[in-house]
């Protein structure tokens, strides 16, 4: 009961931020293509554009803040409208979404790079996706469950028997042991936090994050040597990442 009512209390508040920010001209874009727990790319945004109406803006104003105002925002000059020269990306709906935005959940189909996608070709990547999703959901909930234990032995056996379901899991197993070294980290159990973060580089060796992270946990353990080593890899595979570039940097001048 207590987190129901702090959510719709929260939604109300986020609406009425909303049809403020609307009403004194702030732009709005729309971000629900974002990663997030329960929210699905693409699909979420019809949810978004919907929420934006109930918020005070025109279906015509919600449109906007998915298409133009994005385009505008990261100076995008050849997206955000349909006209001659422009980005050839395009959703087909059977009405008008302007009078209301439920005609968009009606997809024709799409212009993507020029390219023509009939509905039809998209209900069968649905459906193949659907059929993916399915293989790998016990898998999923296998390796949440073990990332939720903090057992790294289980993370890892479970990522090493999922065979040919395995390259759809990576990103999963490595945030999930990443977060869970940090987690440990926060606690003082340095010795935990190494085991799960040097998994991580033993599964994703080419990983720059990976070793960036097992450089902070060496470096904790006054494991100098071998935290310059980790700090140096994770420059070797992102020439660009400048926390590891501070770090080595800030070792190198302590030794």
């Known amino acids: 009961p ?9 939604l109300a508040l986020q ?26 790319p693409g699909f979420s945004l019809h949810d978004e554009l919907e929420e934006l109406v109930r918020s005070g803006l025109t279906p015509l104003a919600a449109l906007r803040a998915a298409t133009l105002a994005p385009a505008r925002a990261w100076k995008l000059a050849d997206a955000g409208t349909i006209a001659p020269g422009m980005r050839a990306d395009l ?10 935005l439920g005609a968009l959940r009606e ?20 459906e193949r996706i659907g059929a993916r999703q399915k293989r790998r959901a016990p898998w999923v909930e296998r390796l949440g469950q073990a990332i939720d234990d903090g057992d790294v032995e289980a993370i890892s056996k479970a990522y090493a028997e ?41 599964l994703f060796p080419a990983s720059a994050n990976a070793w960036d992270s097992l450089g902070e946990v060496l470096w904790k353990l006054d494991r ?11 420059l070797e595979l992102d020439p660009e990442a400048a926390g590891s570039r501070a770090m080595l940097e800030r070792i190198l001048e302590e030794q």
């Open 15 to 40: 609406r009425a931020l909303t049809k403020a920010f609307h009403a004194h001209g702030v732009p709005l874009l729309t971000g629900t293509d974002s990663p997030f727990d329960l929210v699905v």
């Open 107 to 126: 997809v024709e189909g799409v212009v993507l790079a020029g390219r023509w996608i009939p509905r039809e070709t998209l209900d069968a990547e649905l």
């Open 91 to 100: 959703v087909l709906v059977a009405r008008d979404p302007r009078a209301d």
């Open 2 to 10: 207590f987190m129901s009512e702090y959510l719709l209390q929260n």
């Open 162 to 202: 999922a065979g040919a379901e395995a390259p759809g899991l990576a990103r999963l197993v490595e945030d999930g042991l990443n977060d869970l070294g940090y987690n440990l980290l926060a606690a003082g159990q340095l010795e935990r936090a190494h085991a799960a973060l040097a998994r991580n580089t033993e």
């Open 224 to 234: 100098d040597d071998e935290a310059i080593a980790a700090y140096e890899r994770a």
